[in-house]
Nanobody
Framework: QVQLVESGGGLAQPGGSLRLSCVAS????????MGWYRQGPGKKRELVAR???????VYAYAVKDRFTISRDDAKKTVYLQMNSLKPEDTAVYYC??????????????WGQGTQVTVST
């Protein structure tokens, strides 16, 4: 089994910054893609940013040039640096990882989510 644990959410003012972290643990042989998704009030879950194992990143248009995804494979951790936050960034942010287990089975895993609220 694989666990993803997010941290770093909270309350920020418009224009402020937050940094999310997600640590993976458990039956992990290797991690392929890692990424962040979010689900705002009354909205569907959407991609925020995703990074391949070789470091290629893709971003949602709404966050491009404001958010930066990075990963530290030695720590099995993915980060999301969020700058210039806007009220519309308010959402529950979920970590996602494509993990290959020691039995060489690949599967997708989700974290429990961390709340980000951008408000005055």
């Amino acid at each position: 089994q694989v666990q993803l644990v997010e941290s770093g959410g909270g309350l920020a003012q418009p224009g402020g910054s937050l940094r999310l972290s997600c640590v993976a643990s458990g039956n992990i042989f290797s991690i392929k893609d890692m990424g962040w998704y979010r689900q705002g009030p009354g909205k569907k879950r959407e991609l925020v940013a995703r990074m391949t194992k070789i470091g290629v990143a893709v971003y949602a248009y709404a966050v491009k040039d404001r958010f930066t995804i990075s990963r530290d494979d030695a720590k099995k951790t993915v980060y999301l640096q969020m700058n210039s936050l806007k009220p519309e960034d308010t959402a529950v942010y979920y970590c996602n990882a494509a993990v290959v287990s020691y039995s060489i089975v690949s599967d997708q895993y989700w974290g429990q989510g961390t709340q980000v609220t951008v408000s005055t």
